[in-house]
């Protein structure tokens, strides 16, 4: 590890090794040197300057109040902003979102305008935003921006307005209810009669029976919580929330809400909008974009069967697509898309939405996952042909690449390949291991992770002896040359089973021996309904002796394993770098685009995934 990351090889690489008199090599081969050090030369710099911060998110005044609003030292975040994130997710967001901040200013001040000639960002956009963590710093003080959250799990966007509550940038929903017809409500839900909507019942008691509540309602959570309708105090100011629902039907008769949370008195404002992205088209996205301005001076309508009646007073259908109408619509809005570690393909959305969208002036998004992504030129691959799933190996699909996949520019698609072919391609065990930072590794980490991967190799090998599984070979029963008769994969039932043998997780004491990992893999394998008969006459009826012989003969691979995962592991990050370029190259090729750069926003040592890629138009 330090041989490969942090010795100077200037020296190793102008001399050649030499022996000692037993013939032992005393320095590294001069091949293992040159490749060493041809990955660091190609590696991105990815050192990171912190932006000067001043004194922002601190709080002012005394007492609780201003503990609430006191910001995190280590971060810069208010406690509130903060809520729900652990310190890696903190680093994070309060650093990009400092650099979205600036970054949006910059256009601002350069006059960078928009197609419909709009100066100035009017809302950040973030692809996949989760439960919205970098929304709520950037809609916050000192940041202050419109953020459009858009989110394609409804339990995310639900958690995320949970938080927006925790974090008091939005106000709890006071209901005032009949007690008494509620309840009944209810005994009629449990006895079966439909004919009553529980959620109407509330809903309608909330407007029509906000005069009818009883007097044991005084001094009660409900009367607590109508409070909220008042506004909150933060950091020693007022703030008022509205949330404004914009509920339809799309074609296929399903509800569809885009929320708004707008806060008062200068700080900015959060919507969430559920939409799966599976391309950079933002179309439907845009049309649901309100005015917060307009937002505040619409009076929120808490009951929805009367705003479905009214037949769309907050929304229409144009073409099956969700609109907002024009009296809440935000006209010709400036956008730009966000995305803080946008997985595999979605980052690619991103990028793309900045050429498919005129309504997109700017784009910067922070990648991870690269196993996710998919291949544009090659079909689908796995760590061994056998491996694949049925329905990969017998569809058509299986046998096309995804357009929407790695790579991007038109460059790397041509790229010479030594074999004489064009077009440079990443397979899935290429993909997984380029979101390894081995800079980051320490001894006891390292230790536990390499011991981790030597059980697993090692259980697979009792597995082959106990004929549970058979030797790997490819579609044609060979593999490197040798043929194997057709034997099934490894990893595979030799029942003739295509799945893989996957134990997931195990407890911390299952990894103290190797007798305790066996047990701990079996006891959960035989529980398999279809090949758990076999685990249990061939292996769980091994003995502890018998299982501890295979740690013992085999204990010296553990060390080769090692090095094959730290060379592997180490020239992944050449990888990431392929990737990460040739993103940044597809900007390039676009002449819509004018100006496009990589750079870090986070610390690696936190953070390793921490290029963020920037287009301008």
Known sequence: MAFILHDDLSSLAEHPPTSDPAGAASEPPQSLVEYVHGIRRLLLDRRFTPRAVGGEGTATGSGKQARDGAADAASGLTRQIA?????????????????LDE????????????????????????FGAGQNYLGRALASAPINRNVVAVEGRPHNIEGAKRMDITAKLAARTAVLRNKKVFRKGLRGYEDGDLAVSTESLALNDSVESSNDVSANDSGT?????????????RAGERIEATETRTVLETSTGRTVKATTTSISQGIGTVQHVE????????????????????????????????????????????????????????QKPNLMVIGLHSCGNL????????????????????????NLTTERLTPPTYKLPGLRPESAALGPEAQCGDPEG????????????????????????????????????GPTDSEDF????????????????????????????????????????????????????????????????????????????????????????KV??????????????????????????????????????????????????????????????FDFARSPRNLVVVGLK
């Not at 799966?276 to 005015?291: K, N, P």
């Not at 690619?348 to 690269?370: D, F, Q, R, T, W």
């Open 83 to 99: 809520v729900g994130m652990k310190e890696k997710k903190v680093h994070e967001v309060f650093h990009f979102s400092r650099f």
């Open 103 to 126: 970054l949006a200013g910059a256009l601002e001040d350069g006059g960078r305008r928009n197609d419909t000639g709009d100066g100035g960002i009017t809302h950040l956009v973030d």
């Open 221 to 233: 959570g409900d009367d607590q919580d109508s409070k909220h309708l008042t506004g909150r105090k």
């Open 275 to 330: 939409h799966r992205l599976e391309d950079g088209d933002l179309s439907r996205v845009v049309s649901q974009i309100v005015d917060p301005g307009l937002v505040q001076d619409e009076a929120p309508i808490a009951n929805l069967e009367e705003l479905q009646k009214e037949n769309g007073t907050h929304g229409t259908q144009e073409n099956g697509s969700l609109v907002a109408v024009k009296s809440i619509q935000k």
């Open 347 to 370: 980052t690619h959305h991103g990028l793309k939405s900045l050429i498919l969208n005129p309504e997109v002036s700017a784009v910067a998004i922070v990648g991870c996952c690269y």
């Open 406 to 441: 790695f790579p991007m520019s038109e460059r790397l698609c041509n790229y010479p390949l030594p074999n004489g072919e064009k077009g440079l391609h990443l397979n899935i065990t290429t993909r997984m291991m380029a979101v390894q930072a081995p800079q980051n590794w």
């Open 450 to 537: 390499f011991t981790r991967h030597f059980y697993r190799a090692l259980l697979q090998r009792v597995f082959l002896d106990r004929g549970v599984v058979g030797r790997p070979s490819n579609e044609d029963g060979m593999i490197r040359g040798y043929h194997l008769g057709g034997r099934s994969a490894a990893g595979t039932s030799s029942a003739g089973a295509t799945q893989p043998i996957i134990i997931g997780s195990l407890r911390k004491g299952c990894y103290e021996n190797f007798v305790s990992y066996v047990r701990g893999a079996v006891a959960k394998l035989v529980k398999d309904p279809v090949r758990g008969a076999a685990f249990n006459e």
């Open 540 to 601: 769980d009826v091994m003995t502890d002796d018998e299982i501890a012989r295979y740690e013992t003969e085999f204990l010296p691979k553990k060390k080769e394993l090692s090095i094959v995962w730290t060379l592997m592991a180490y020239s992944a990050g050449l990888v990431e770098a392929i990737i990460v370029v040739d993103r940044w190259q597809w900007l390039r090729e676009q002449p819509e685009v004018r100006e496009s750069w990589v750079e870090p926003v």
